[in-house]
């Protein structure tokens, strides 16, 4: 089972539409919780939770970790569109096209940020935070507006990445296998890519991974989002680039500071800053120039920034679809 060029086109057009359309699925469970618990399930087993293990073994079991789930989810993926393409062609595509889809999560990225964004006009600060709470790991217990809202405007602009550039590359590299295997190493990362006494050994190489994966994607990401700031009404292109090049290279993260600083610039904000995790706080590169203070409008404009990215990339896979055909 090896698609074309022009079928793994079409199928992406297809994935999107279908995310555009629907979101993540609420039924059957989404892939993204069997592999958490994979992962979950192996983080038990392996990580001792007394603290009284060898970083050298924490390495290597955190290398097996990547190891076997990244092989499992490209493996099962690959069983699954090989089964299907074995009783219908179309059952194949179709079963290809779903499950791309649910790699990617554009909508329900939107879904997350307006969760924030409708709180905050009913003046609901408190509802805002607990939202807020459910897509950044920082704390949000005292987290006034303007935080609020950058917290929200800064994982849109991460996310562009991640929940949709680097899984529609690798759809159209490798079908449903790769970008799941993909959605994997994201999954790994967020789990246990953090750089604390726990972690800092046993999730080196699955940080490692999603650093490498990401790599071309944020890049392509930035570009794509200065041209929608040029597109768009209300953002600005010239400094979405001039952003990006000044402030991206500060962010701890080889990959993050490029949508982010490329948001901030379009959207005439700075963000970064102070964050709070478990209590201790942690300075964040600032990136983009404060020309007006985080307000509400900005959860929905890098919501319209998002979309316009994604848009940009559905006729550019069309365009490449009509040369091939």
């Known amino acids: 089972m090896l698609y074309s060029l022009k079928e ?19 039924w ?8 958490g618990r994979l992962i979950g399930r192996l983080e038990r087993a392996w990580l001792r939770q007394d603290g009284c ?14 190891v076997i789930v990244l092989a499992a989810s490209w493996g099962m993926m690959w069983g699954m569109v090989w089964l299907a393409d074995m009783v219908h062609t179309w ?68 996310n562009t990445v991640d929940a949709f550039v680097s899984p529609i590359l690798f ?31 046993f999730g080196w190489c699955s940080a490692r991974t999603d650093d490498v994966l990401n790599y071309i994607p944020a890049r392509l990401t930035g570009l794509m989002m200065v041209v929608a700031a040029y597109l768009l009404p209300g953002l ?41 995790y478990f209590g201790l706080v942690s300075e964040r590169a600032r990136m983009g120039w404060p020309l007006q203070s985080l307000q509400r409008c900005h959860i929905r404009q890098s919501v319209r920034l998002l979309y316009a990215v994604s848009i940009i990339i559905w006729i550019g ?7 091939c055909a």
């Open 53 to 66: 293990q060898r970083s050298g073994e924490k390495r290597m079991y955190g290398i097996l970790l990547t």
């Open 91 to 158: 059952l194949g595509y179709a079963v290809t096209a779903w499950f791309i889809s649910t790699t990617i999560a554009v909508k329900g990225l939107k879904e997350a940020a307006m969760s924030v964004y409708r709180p905050l006009i009913e003046g609901n600060l408190n509802e805002a935070r607990k939202y807020v709470g459910y897509i950044v790991g920082r704390d949000t217990d005292s987290l006034d507006e303007s935080e609020a809202v950058r917290a929200t405007v800064e994982t849109v602009a991460e």
């Open 28 to 35: 059957p469970t989404h892939p993204v919780i069997w592999i």
């Open 171 to 201: 759809a159209l590299l490798g079908g449903a296998p790769l970008a799941m295997l993909y959605r994997a190493a994201n999954t790994l990362d967020s789990m246990v890519g953090y750089r604390n006494d726990k972690y800092v050994d």
């Open 8 to 26: 793994l086109l079409l199928l992406a057009m297809a994935a999107i539409a279908i995310d555009w359309l629907i979101g993540d699925p609420r």
């Open 236 to 276: 600005d292109g010239r400094r979405s680039w001039s952003a990006m090049r000044t402030f991206a290279g500060s962010h701890p993260s080889p990959n993050s500071g490029i949508p982010e600083s490329a948001a901030a610039g379009a959207l005439g904000v700075q963000l970064g800053g102070s964050n709070r």
């Open 317 to 323: 896979v069309l365009l490449t679809w009509l040369i």
